[in-house]
């Protein structure tokens, strides 16, 4: 499929599609037009790349991520590691702390709005 098509089913820019490809997170074939030509799977990859980008992985820890996942259910591969289980549990306790500091910073902020509204 196209690039358009791409964007249009995972509702991700073309100019986001052409970046995950610099970063060796997408890959795709030419046409000899030179257009960009994705298999059916890249709708899934795509899918799974902001998936892991909104859990606040940056772009090479995703290269790294992806070989060692299958994209329809993103459950590992075989060729997962050791280190990457490691990797990825320090990504998800530092998501962990993140989401316990934005729970307190709302507790705060309820508690002034609260005040406030009393006063």
């Known amino acids: 499929m196209r690039i358009?098509?791409?964007a249009r089913r995972t509702g991700v820019s073309a100019r986001s599609l052409r970046y995950?490809?610099?970063?060796?997170l997408l890959a795709s074939e030419r046409t000899p037009g030179g257009h960009r030509d994705y298999p059916q799977a890249a709708v899934d990859r795509v899918i799974r790349i902001q998936e892991l980008y909104a859990a606040g992985l940056h772009s090479e820890k995703i290269r790294q991520l992806l070989p060692c996942m299958r994209d329809q259910?993103?459950?590992?591969?075989?060729?997962a590691t050791p280190k990457l289980v490691a990797d990825l549990t320090a990504e998800?306790?530092?998501?962990?702390?993140?989401?316990?500091?934005?729970?307190?910073?709302?507790e705060t902020l309820n508690e002034?709005?609260?005040?406030?509204?009393?006063?």
């Open 92 to 106: 998800r306790d530092r998501i962990n702390s993140m989401i316990t500091d934005l729970v307190r910073s709302r």
């Open 4 to 6: 358009g098509e791409l």
């Open 73 to 79: 259910d993103g459950g590992p591969s075989a060729i």
């Open 20 to 24: 995950y490809e610099t970063q060796g």
């Open 112 to 119: 002034v709005i609260e005040a406030a509204g009393r006063g």
